[in-house]
């Protein structure tokens, strides 16, 4: 072949190439642009908190930036500038006003950041023109939530949960990005099958989704096996549930032994866990405990679909353990809003018991009680203090009335004595002048009308707590 061919070949191959790619005038801005709100390589970003004008004080009371500057800690962020934003409206185009973009426009020039956290829910189109107009990625409050449910799962059933969110989310948000491919393939020899790439992507990201809803079907399926096992036979569940960073793990791994990853962030719990309680129940029945996702305020209602399998657990639970940060001079609004996703996922009926946790951290005069609808209970998971009144009044609540009081042991009862032995009920015995054991016990009522002819079980009292 001589040299005429090969440049000839070249040509022809240039022009294809050339033709293929020649979606806008301006090729290299656009890739600038797609670079600028690429992944960002390092952590430092911009926290823009808008608070909606609204002419409810009360509701205006809600407005909590805090919280968002602990979502973005938790994820790893280093925040380069906080700034706010008073607005009685929402831009239909940026959600932010003109003002605002401009400033924030400044800021990200001047400082070169290359990611901005706005504290709201965007719709695509404006994510999309606030990319545009700042040349750096931007993530709403939801894009955020799952940026650190996606470092934080660790169970098969929690990386497909989190997948399925991250999709969905992602599915009103192929535009981005991808304008040069909405038009239909043309050209001499390059007309295609009539779809474009963004429609092949939709496509795609739908199949996925239907995969990762079968699976997580599945999933539940099995689920709903374990639960109906349970219910078979005498196992009780008792379900943490909570505002995130409230200490729910750190109660978890007192009661159970767990020894899983508790720390001062949110959502540094994401998997379900469920272990056998490390203490006697005084009854015949195990009791487990299960850890659960902690919640938020405006939790996103996809993320509330997303994690049904895992949330479900709250529906088969015997008993909630609500925990309430005591020592969080917001903790009224977090147990309504803990209060709100309970009543939404239909799980309110079950009966609950609210432990003001973090009690050491704060003076008794200062713990409000948040209501009389459910026993309340003030204990710290670091000092230990109250624990031994929550497991007391778990049991109760799980088995009846809690009873105590001296019952006689006949030397053929031995087989009696020492179930109540593994379960904790006897608390302290003495032999009598007969060889008879004389033991003091505490035990549930329906555990005591498992056992006939024990001498002095009618004189048993009530335990008072």
């Given at each position: 072949m001589d040299c005429e061919q090969?440049?000839?070949?070249?040509?022809?191959?240039?022009?294809?190439?050339?033709?293929?790619?020649?979606?806008?005038?301006n090729l290299l801005d656009r890739v600038y642009y797609l670079e600028k709100t690429s992944a960002p390589a390092?952590?430092?970003?911009?926290?823009?908190?808008?608070?909606?004008?609204?002419?409810?004080?009360?509701?205006?009371?809600?407005?909590?930036?805090?919280?968002?500057?602990?979502?973005?800690?938790?994820?790893?962020?280093?925040?380069?500038?906080?700034i706010f934003s008073k607005q009685n409206f929402v831009s239909a185009s940026h959600f932010l006003t003109k003002g605002k973009v401009e400033e924030l426009k400044t800021l990200v020039t001047e400082k070169d950041i290359k990611l901005v956290l706005l504290d709201c829910e965007l719709s695509p189109s404006q994510e999309r023109?606030?990319?545009?107009?700042?040349?750096?990625?931007?993530?709403?409050?939801?894009?955020?939530?799952?940026?650190?449910?996606?470092?934080?799962?660790?169970?098969?059933?929690?990386?497909?949960?989190?997948?399925?969110?991250?999709?969905?989310?992602?599915?009103?948000?192929?535009?981005?990005?991808?304008?040069?491919?909405?038009?239909?393939?043309?050209?001499?020899?390059?007309?295609?099958?009539?779809?474009?790439?963004?429609?092949?992507?939709?496509?795609?990201?739908?199949?996925?989704?239907?995969?990762?809803?079968?699976?997580?079907?599945?999933?539940?399926?099995?689920?709903?096996?374990?639960?109906?096992?349970?219910?078979?036979?005498?196992?009780?569940?008792?379900?943490?549930v909570g505002y995130t960073n409230a200490g729910k793990t750190s109660i978890f791994n007192t009661l159970t032994?767990?020894?899983?990853?508790?720390?001062?962030?949110?959502?540094?719990?994401?998997?379900?866990?469920?272990?056998?309680?490390?203490?006697?129940?005084?009854?015949?029945?195990?009791?487990?405990?299960?850890?659960?996702?902690?919640?938020?305020?405006?939790?996103?209602?996809k993320l509330i679909e997303s994690f049904k399998a895992t949330l479900d657990d709250l529906a088969s639970a015997d008993l909630l353990v609500h925990v309430v940060d005591?020592?969080?001079?917001?903790?009224?609004?977090k147990v309504q809003q803990v209060n709100l996703i309970l009543d939404d996922l239909g799980v309110d009926k079950i009966?609950?018991?609210?432990?003001?946790?973090?009690?050491?951290?704060?003076?008794?005069?200062?713990?409000?009680?948040?209501?009389?609808?459910?026993?309340?209970?003030?204990v710290s998971a670091e000092t230990g203090d109250g624990l031994d009144q929550l497991k007391t009044q778990i049991s109760e609540m799980l088995f009846g009335e809690i009873l105590s009081g001296w019952i006689c042991f006949s030397p053929t009862q031995a087989a009696i004595r020492s179930k109540l032995f593994d379960s904790g009920c006897i608390v302290k015995e003495e032999i009598d002048e007969n060889g008879s054991y004389q033991s003091f016990v505490e035990i549930s009522k329906s555990m005591l009308q498992q056992f006939d002819n024990l001498e002095g079980a009618k004189s048993l009292k009530p335990l008072s707590l």
């Open positions: 090969i440049l000839k070949d070249l040509q022809m191959i240039n022009s294809v190439f050339m033709q293929r790619f020649k979606y806008n005038n390092d952590h430092r970003a911009i926290i823009v908190s808008v608070d909606l004008l609204r002419s409810s004080p009360k509701e205006s009371n809600n407005f909590n930036s805090n919280e968002f500057l602990d979502l973005s800690n938790s994820a790893g962020l280093v925040i380069e500038d906080h023109n606030l990319e545009t107009a700042l040349c750096a990625r931007v993530l709403d409050r939801t894009g955020l939530i799952l940026d650190i449910f996606a470092t934080r799962a660790q169970s098969d059933i929690g990386k497909l949960q989190v997948e399925l969110a991250q999709l969905s989310f992602l599915s009103t948000r192929l535009v981005r990005g991808w304008s040069h491919l909405e038009r239909q393939k043309g050209g001499i020899g390059l007309r295609g099958p009539g779809e474009t790439q963004l429609e092949t992507d939709r496509r795609l990201v739908g199949n996925r989704i239907k995969q990762l809803k079968n699976r997580l079907k599945k999933q539940h399926n099995q689920k709903n096996l374990n639960r109906y096992s349970r219910k078979k036979g005498s196992d009780k569940l008792v379900a943490l032994k767990g020894g899983l990853y508790a720390a001062d962030k949110l959502f540094a719990t994401l998997d379900t866990t469920t272990r056998k309680a490390d203490f006697k129940s005084k009854t015949l029945s195990t009791v487990l405990f299960s850890d659960t996702v902690g919640f938020i305020s405006n939790l996103p209602t005591a020592a969080d001079p917001e903790s009224d609004f009966p609950q018991i609210k432990v003001l946790n973090k009690s050491d951290l704060i003076p008794d005069t200062l713990i409000k009680p948040s209501g009389n609808e459910h026993p309340e209970i003030k």
